[in-house]
């Protein structure tokens, strides 16, 4: 089976490579500040966004709500070096485990309720958990956090003055989840996931524990979410819900995934340099004029959504079957 | 003789309405028992009933002398009943063999041997050239086709297939009633809802007339053709041969 993974993917495997080279090389040579922070956000939206295709592209069950993962990922590590001087390169996998265990208890209830129902409660659970976390007093409430930790060596607590070692610190992270992503998406795991996204009932009917297989792709989901929230709080050494758990970051995951391709593996990827790069870009040059750049980070975001459904990695499969599953192995 | 398949004294309420009322009946190990009656009879409420898509109100159904009343359609499947759909329930956006496969890994983890078992089936069902086409882009027929090998592909014990050749041909009538035997030949018992008498009566070891929610008889297929009552309520009654 490792055998085969590698053989039947060689094609793919060959691309990674170039994107890869593709990566390291980049801020190297384009040696611009702003750059590498954008490259370095894009990384972290590429986790998040992987992470919430697996409930909501391959799954199919829209989670609006999954700034809690990621708001819970950040709060794991910036308390643990805050309070514990704890590292997180240990907390990180708290942080994951913290996810994973509130994605067990919500999501056997609220995975029950179907389509808009589901997406409407999830956005309500984020919503409570900001709400909690502004009133938290030992949390930092709502003026949040800096987690900065003095003295600190660099590499044992991830807190680099090289802007550019976040960034290849995390594009190690990204490839790992990118590589699980690939090697689930022909597993039993994925294919019962695209059966239950498919239809239900059919599901149920050959044999699949829906209820059991979903409650388990939520939690690998919020698992990823959560790393990828854990290493934007140590990007940025700060946390506040204001900034994490807000719905506006909730629809950011799921614009990533949605724009890039929904249940592809490379879609998030390409969601993640496309809205990232739009979005950074607005804020900075328009930012000034109050709300304009989020008008029209809007009005760019509806216009790929309306002329290309597929998301980007559906203008590119046509060409080239790129990442996209129709391609087959 | 050994009964795969026991109902007894079953009875299905939706609100005010009694789909099935008070069903008693078994299937033998290696039969083909036909299920006919009108529309509307409850034909497809006692397989909805018998793979666990939802629980009866009264009664018990009895597979391999467990009592699988209240278990969940998953878990039926995994002890061993395949079902089809009246309405095919194709997955659209996979290909053939990827929905034959979701139903290959009910009894496999690993994936080579899961797609190896699909090659047998698409086989078995004369789908192989159908392989890699997206199941959105077959025909009805085809798709009733698809539901069959997808059942086939969990490995059941008994399958229940529901109107699996409404909306056929002559010709690719003939070929499903030849894949009917080709499955029971391979061990597995069948139970069928079809609204063609010819075939039913051509293909089943026995037949259960459903009327109104009721079963008005059991019996092989001459004694049901032959007996007043379904004459009368059924195939005197105006009901098509072909169903609709
Ligand atoms: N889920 C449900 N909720 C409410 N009523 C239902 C439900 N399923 C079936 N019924 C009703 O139960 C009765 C029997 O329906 P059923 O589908 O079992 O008939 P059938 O014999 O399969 O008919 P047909 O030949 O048209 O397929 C019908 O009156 C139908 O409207
Ligand atoms: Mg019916």
Redesign the pocket.
């Known amino acids: 089976m490792q055998k085969n993974f590698l053989k039947t993917n060689r094609g793919w495997f060959l691309g990674l490579a170039v994107g890869v080279a593709a990566a390291v090389l980049f801020p190297q040579v384009v040696r611009v500040r702003f750059v590498w922070n954008l490259l370095t956000l894009i990384l972290v939206w590429a986790i998040v966004g992987m992470g919430w295709n697996v409930i909501g592209g391959y799954c199919g069950q829209v989670s609006n709500g999954h700034s809690l993962f990621y708001g819970l990922g950040a709060y794991t590590v910036g308390l643990a070096a805050y309070k514990f001087k704890l590292s997180p390169w240990v907390s990180i996998w708290i942080g994951v485990l913290i996810s994973m265990t509130v994605a067990f208890f919500v999501g056997k209830p609220l995975l029950r309720l179907k389509g808009h129902v589901f997406a409407i409660s999830t956005m309500a659970l984020s919503e409570c958990a900001r709400i909690i976390f502004i009133n938290w007093k030992w949390g930092g409430g709502a003026t949040g956090v800096y987690i900065f930790t003095k003295n600190a060596n660099e590499w044992a607590f991830m807190q680099f003055k090289n802007p550019l070692n976040y960034y290849y610190l995390f594009l190690v992270f990204a490839l790992a989840v990118l590589l699980l992503i690939k090697y689930l998406d022909k597993s039993k795991f994925f294919y019962y996931l695209r059966t239950i996204k498919g239809n239900e009932t059919a599901a149920e009917s050959v044999g699949i524990d829906t209820a059991a297989y979903k409650l388990r792709a939520y939690m690998l989901s919020a698992a990823i979410v959560s790393i990828g929230g854990s290493l934007y709080a140590q990007f940025i050494l700060y946390i506040d819900p204001s900034m994490l758990m807000t719905l506006n970051v909730s629809m950011m995951i799921v614009l990533t995934a949605v724009m890039g391709g929904v249940g592809t593996v490379m879609g998030p990827i390409l969601g993640a340099i496309a809205l990232t790069t739009i979005s950074e870009y607005t804020r900075v040059y328009l930012g000034r004029f109050g709300g304009l750049d989020m008008v029209l980070y809007g009005v760019l975001v509806i216009i790929i959504v309306l002329y290309c459904p597929g998301g980007i990695v559906s203008l590119l499969g046509r060409r080239l079957k790129f990442g996209a599953r129709r391609g087959k192995a | 003789m050994d009964h795969i398949l026991v109902i007894e004294q079953v009875t299905?309420r939706?609100?005010g309405?009694v789909?099935?009322e008070d069903i008693s009946f078994a299937v033998t190990t290696g039969e083909i028992v036909g299920v006919v009656?009108?529309?509307?009879?409850?034909?497809?409420?006692?397989?909805?009933l018998i793979s666990g898509e939802?629980a009866p109100t009264q009664g018990t159904v009895v597979f391999c002398g467990t009592d699988i009343t209240a278990m969940k359609a998953h878990v039926i499947c995994q002890r061993g009943i395949g079902r089809t759909f009246?309405i095919p329930q194709s997955l659209d956006d996979m290909m053939v063999y990827e929905n034959v496969l979701v139903g290959a890994l009910c009894k496999r983890k690993n994936m080579e041997e899961a797609l190896a078992h699909v090659d047998e089936v698409l086989a078995l069902c004369g789908m192989t050239e159908l392989k890699t086409v997206y199941a959105g882009k077959l025909n009805v027929p085809q798709k009733k086709r698809l539901e069959i090998a997808r059942a086939m592909a969990t490995d059941p014990k008994l399958l229940l297939l529901?109107?699996t050749m409404a909306g056929l041909t002559a010709t690719e009538r003939k070929d499903a009633v030849s894949l009917i035997r080709k499955i029971n030949a391979t061990g597995v018992s069948i139970l069928t809802?079809e609204?063609n008498m010819d075939v039913v009566m051509s293909v089943s070891n026995r037949v259960v007339v459903?009327v109104s929610?009721r079963v008005l008889l059991v019996g092989t297929p001459e004694e049901v053709t032959s007996h007043p009552d379904v004459i009368a309520a059924y195939l005197g009654g105006g009901a098509n041969q072909d169903?609709?």
């Open positions: 299905k939706f609100g309405l789909a099935n009656g009108p529309n509307g009879a409850g034909k497809t409420t006692l397989f909805n939802f009246q529901d109107e809802i609204h459903l929610g169903g609709q």
